[in-house]
Each structure stands twice: as C-alpha cells, then as structure tokens.
C-alpha cells in the first residue's frame, strides 16, 4: 500500500491499543505491537498476520532506545507512535497507596514522555512523523474520585501540546486523544467503586473502536487534540475554566454515574 506507515503501539496486549494494532494491521501499515505483558501479545499475534510484538517496558528509557532502534533497523524508521499504555488506581486521594501514585507518574506520564523523546530523534533525521498520545477527558476538567489518574493525564495533555509548538515546521506532528470512558480493562476496575462513579456520568460507554477509528482519522488530518465525545469535551473544558460549576455539578452526575454504575 503506496501511503502504508511504520506504527508503533504501546498497550497493545488488551483494551484500546489491542483494537487498534487490529486496525492498523488490516489497513495494510507496518505495525509493532508493544506491552510488557509479551505472553498476552503473543496469544493475540496469530489474529494479527505481518504485526511484529515486543516486549516493552515504557518506564524504561533504554528501552525505549532499543524498540525505535529496532524499527529504524527492520523498517527504515518509525512513521508514527501511539502511546495507548495507562494505569488507573480508583479511590480518594488520601487512599491511594505509595505503589499506585508512583505506578501512575511512571506508566501514564513518564511512560508517554519516555516514548515520545525516542520516537523524536527518530524523525526529526527523517523530516517526517506523528505522535498521538491518548490522554483522556480527565485531562481536560477536574475528576474526584480520579485525582491522580487526572493529574499525569493533564500533564500528558501539557506536554503534548508543548512539544507540538516545539515541532511546529519541522514535519512532526504531534496529537493528543482524549477519550470519555470506554470498555476496557481499566473501566473493569472501576465498577463498584463509590470514587469512580463520575466515569460512568456519560450518555454511553465508548467502544475501543471508537477511539481506534479516531486515532486512524487523525492519522491522516494531524489535528492537535480529539475530544471523544466532542460535547463531552466542551462540557469538561468549561468545567475547567471555571471549576465553581464542577463543584456544583459534581453531585448531579455522581447521581448519573451512580444509577449507570450499578445498573
């Protein structure tokens, strides 16, 4: 395929980032599939013909080294880069434990940063490239009940866009997804759990191809940011240039949450 591209995914064992190395692969790209949990990688390779997996620690930036040195050599470059990997710990703040805080700072955020300086050097020899790191509408409004989640997910959203600046002219492109709750592993955890049930405020769960069909499109129209669903992403920005209103709608669509939660 004339426009095929070298993709490398990051949480491609389960959820968002399985889906998308599905889509990836049947539209003809070059994809390299990466998790650090190799055995799952390798019970989904038989559904994923030419896809390459690997073993990837995003906390590991020698890692990181390794996994683009690999696609440079088996591939000629790295056309994109998908940083999908996340963890989320539900609770208060003040019940998280010491583990999770540190698991949320190195997967979610250092994890992206991580990635994106390697993927950089890459391209920048090339002249040509796009990041997208999927954040999440937590990265936009205030989340109780998903302080810490929040947090590295605004700074993913801060770093994004500053890089993006950075790069502006010198052909990389830089997107940041941010999805609204969507069926995966890590809405799993949270059901059942009295902090979370501002996830579920939403008119409907997203898919994970929802959101693969979202990183594809942005693939080829390089946008800055993708709000999932985009009145959801206007609500969550309004509630954060005034967080007053969060405070006072809080209630309402824990009571929303709630009802979805249990039902």
């Excluded at 559904?47 to 440079?72: N, S």
Aim: aromatic share 4%; charged share 20%; glycine share 10%.
């Amino acid at each position: 395929m004339p426009d095929a591209r070298t993709i490398l995914v990051t949480g491609a064992a389960s959820g968002i980032g399985r889906d998308l190395v599905g889509v990836l692969a049947d539209a003809g790209h070059r994809v390299i599939a990466t998790d650090r949990d190799l055995a799952t990688l390798q019970e989904a390779a038989p559904d994923w013909p030419g896809v390459q997996v690997r073993a990837l620690d995003v906390t590991d930036p020698l890692a990181w080294e390794a996994a683009v040195a690999a696609a440079r050599q088996r591939f000629g470059g790295l056309d994109v880069l998908v940083n999908v990997a996340g963890v989320l710990t539900p609770g208060w703040a003040h019940e998280i434990p010491e583990g999770a805080v540190d698991a949320h700072i190195d997967v979610n955020l250092k994890g992206v940063v991580h990635g994106t300086r390697a993927a950089i050097g890459a391209m920048l020899e090339r002249g040509r490239g796009h990041i997208v790191n999927v954040a999440s509408l937590a990265a936009l409004a205030p989340v109780s009940g998903l302080a810490l989640y929040a947090a590295t997910k605004y700074a993913v959203r801060a770093y994004s866009l500053s890089v993006a600046q950075e790069l502006r002219g010198r052909g990389i492109a830089v997107t940041v997804v941010c999805p609204d709750a969507v069926q995966t592993p890590m809405l799993d955890v949270q059901r059942g759990v009295e902090a979370a049930e501002l996830t579920f405020s939403g008119p409907r769960v997203l898919t994970p191809r929802d959101v693969s069909e979202a990183i594809v499109r942005a693939l080829d129209e390089r946008p800055l940011e993708v709000w999932l669903p985009p009145f959801r992403g206007w609500m969550a920005r309004l509630a954060d240039l005034a967080p007053r209103s969060a405070r006072l709608l809080d209630p309402l669509l824990r009571w929303q949450g709630r009802r979805k939660q249990r039902g």
